[in-house]
C-alpha cells in the first residue's frame, strides 16, 4: 500500500514537473516511470527501437528544424556524445512532423551530428511522451518540443527538462550533472 | 516568401483550421484609408499574453519568421505591405541574438484598384510559430477578411 501510494504521489508530482519545472530529477527515494518503448526510421533510413537501447543510458532530445531552442542545443548534444559515448551513453534526436530530407539538412548535416536523428512522422512518440492533463487545449505532440530526458539502463526516465527561455540551459549543464551523478 | 515557408503555410492553412490561435485580429479596428485609386489598410493584430511569436524581420534561420500574404483578387493589386508598431523583444540563445514580436503589432497594405471597383474584399493569412517561456508551438495561419466598400 506504502509503495502504491508513494508512486501515485510520484506520478504527481512527475506531472507538474513536465509542465512547470525546468529541471526534473528523481529523487533516489522514489521509483523513476518507465519509458514507452518506441520504434522510428532515423534520417539514414535505419529503423531504431529504443529497446535495443537497453542496459545503456540514453539521451532523448525532442525538436523541429524550426525551433530555434532546439537548434541551440543541438551543438551541446554532440558535445555530451562525443563526451560520454564511450562511458555507455547514446544520444537520440526526435524530430516531429517533418520530412526527411528537411531533417537531414537542417539538423543531421548542418550540425554534423554522429548520432541517429529519428523522424516521428505522426507526432505519436512526442505525444507518448506528454501527460494526458497538461495543457488539455493543445495537441499532445506539441507540449514536449525542446524537451530532453535522460533513460537510464533500465529503461526509467532519470531526468527531464522543459524548454524555460528565462534560464535557458543551452550547454544542458543540468543535465550532464544528472548523468554525473548516475555514471 | 521562401519555398520552405510556402510549403509550410500551405499544410498548415490545410490541416491547422481547428488548431487554437494565439495571434488576434481585431477587425473592428481595422482602418481604411482611400484617396483617389488608392486604398490604404490598417490591419491590428495581437498576440496573446504571455507568448512571442518570431519576428517578421531579423528573424535567425532557425526560425519560421511571422508573414502575412494576401490573396490575389481581380478587383486589385497590392502596391506596397509593411509591419508596424511592433512591439520587438530580443533573446539571447547561446551567443545568437533572436528576434521575437509580442503584445501588438499592425500591417499596413497599400492597394490599387482597378476601374469601378466599389465593393470588394480583402482576404489575408498571417503564418507565426508561437513559444511561451516554456514552451514552442507548432506553426498556425489565421486566415481573416475584411469588407471594402466605398
Redesign the interface.
Known amino acids: 500500500m506504502k509503495k502504491i501510494i508513494l508512486k501515485l504521489v510520484f506520478g504527481i508530482a512527475m506531472i507538474n514537473n513536465l509542465a512547470?519545472a525546468q529541471n526534473s530529477e528523481i529523487e533516489s527515494d522514489t521509483e523513476p516511470p518507465e519509458v514507452k518503448m518506441f520504434s522510428l526510421i532515423s534520417t539514414e533510413g535505419d529503423t531504431v527501437n529504443l529497446s535495443d537501447y537497453k542496459g545503456k543510458f540514453v539521451v532523448i532530445h525532442i525538436a523541429?528544424?524550426?525551433?530555434?531552442?532546439?537548434?541551440?542545443e543541438a551543438p551541446y548534444l554532440e558535445e555530451i556524445y562525443k563526451e560520454y559515448h564511450d562511458k555507455n551513453v547514446e544520444v537520440l534526436i526526435i524530430d516531429v512532423?517533418e520530412s526527411k530530407d528537411?531533417v537531414q539538412g537542417r539538423i543531421k548535416n548542418k550540425f554534423n551530428l554522429s548520432f541517429p536523428v529519428l523522424l516521428d512522422t505522426d507526432g505519436a512518440v512526442a505525444a507518448s511522451f506528454a501527460p494526458a492533463d497538461v495543457?488539455p487545449?493543445?495537441?499532445r505532440d506539441?507540449?514536449m518540443?525542446?524537451s530532453n530526458f535522460l533513460i537510464d539502463p533500465n529503461g526509467k526516465i532519470q531526468f527531464m527538462s522543459?524548454?524555460?527561455?528565462?534560464n535557458?540551459d543551452?550547454?544542458l549543464i543540468h543535465l550532464k550533472k544528472r548523468l554525473n551523478e548516475l555514471l | 516568401m521562401n519555398y520552405?515557408s510556402l510549403i509550410?503555410c500551405f499544410l498548415f492553412s490545410l490541416f491547422g483550421k481547428n488548431?487554437?490561435q494565439f495571434v488576434e485580429f481585431n477587425k473592428a479596428d481595422v482602418v481604411i484609408v482611400k484617396e483617389n485609386s488608392y486604398v490604404t489598410v490598417t490591419l491590428p493584430f495581437e498576440i496573446q499574453s504571455q507568448y512571442h511569436i518570431?519576428s517578421n524581420s531579423e528573424a535567425?534561420d532557425?526560425?519560421?519568421p511571422t508573414e502575412i500574404t494576401f490573396l490575389e483578387n481581380p478587383n486589385y493589386s497590392i502596391e506596397n505591405q509593411n509591419f508596424s508598431l511592433k512591439h520587438d523583444e530580443t533573446?539571447r540563445?547561446?551567443t545568437?541574438i533572436?528576434k521575437v514580436l509580442s503584445n501588438k503589432f499592425e500591417v499596413t497594405v497599400t492597394l490599387k484598384l482597378k476601374d469601378n471597383v466599389s465593393d470588394f474584399n480583402l482576404d489575408g493569412a498571417l503564418l507565426y510559430?508561437a513559444?511561451?517561456?516554456?514552451?514552442?508551438?507548432?506553426?498556425r495561419t489565421l486566415n481573416f477578411q475584411i469588407n471594402i466598400n466605398n
Open positions: 512547470y523541429t528544424t524550426w525551433c530555434p531552442y532546439c537548434n541551440a512532423k528537411l495543457l487545449e493543445l495537441a506539441e507540449i518540443l525542446a522543459l524548454l524555460d527561455t528565462k535557458f543551452v550547454k | 520552405y509550410l488548431t487554437k518570431q535567425s532557425d526560425s519560421i533573446i540563445l547561446n545568437d533572436h510559430q513559444c511561451t517561456d516554456r514552451l514552442c508551438l507548432f506553426p
